[in-house]
């Protein structure tokens, strides 16, 4: 149980360290407004579900770049709608969208797995707390104070 907690802990700094990722691009970026121009969806045969890409068309200083989002959900969004997006001064090619900031599921797995691990190794340690004593020494006692006349 004691990965089971590690592999939380490890979830949870993942997601903090991914956060802070997002944060420092989203303070050293420029805010803007895209247009998606098309959605690709790949089918991924492990997950066993759709990955997007999303391209997004979008002008700095005049200029008109195409980048994309990736793994980015669409959910209701299609062509043509606009999206915020986060460009990088040093190289507008590189985006993110506030979307892409869903590391909630990474604090809340880990947080289970570290609660669950927690839960299972205090139960452990009650069960050896609790666990009767060996029978056959147990007998041998009682036998030696019935022997010699202690209760």
Do not use: H
């Not at 959605?39 to 068309?57: C, H, L, P, Q």
């Not at 989002?69 to 040093?90: C, E, M, R």
């Not at 289970?112 to 029978?135: A, D, H």
């Amino acid at each position: 149980m004691k990965r089971f907690i590690l592999f939380g802990i490890a979830f949870i700094f993942f997601g903090i360290a991914s956060s802070i990722g997002f944060a420092l691009f989203a303070n050293n970026s420029v805010k803007t407004e895209g247009v998606i121009t098309r959605i690709e969806a790949k089918y991924d045969y492990v997950d066993r579900k759709d990955n997007y890409t999303v391209f997004v068309s979008y002008q700095v200083d005049g200029v008109e770049y195409e980048s994309r989002l990736w793994n980015w959900n669409p959910g209701t969004l299609k062509v043509g709608d606009s999206v915020v997006i986060y460009y990088s001064p040093i190289n507008p090619l590189i985006i993110q969208s506030n979307a892409n900031n869903g590391f909630a599921p990474y604090f809340l797995f880990g947080a289970l797995f570290v609660l669950v691990g927690v839960l299972v190794l205090i139960r452990k340690s009650k069960n050896i707390n609790n666990k009767p004593e060996n029978t056959a020494q147990s007998d041998y006692d009682k036998a030696i104070q019935m022997l010699s006349g202690r209760k």
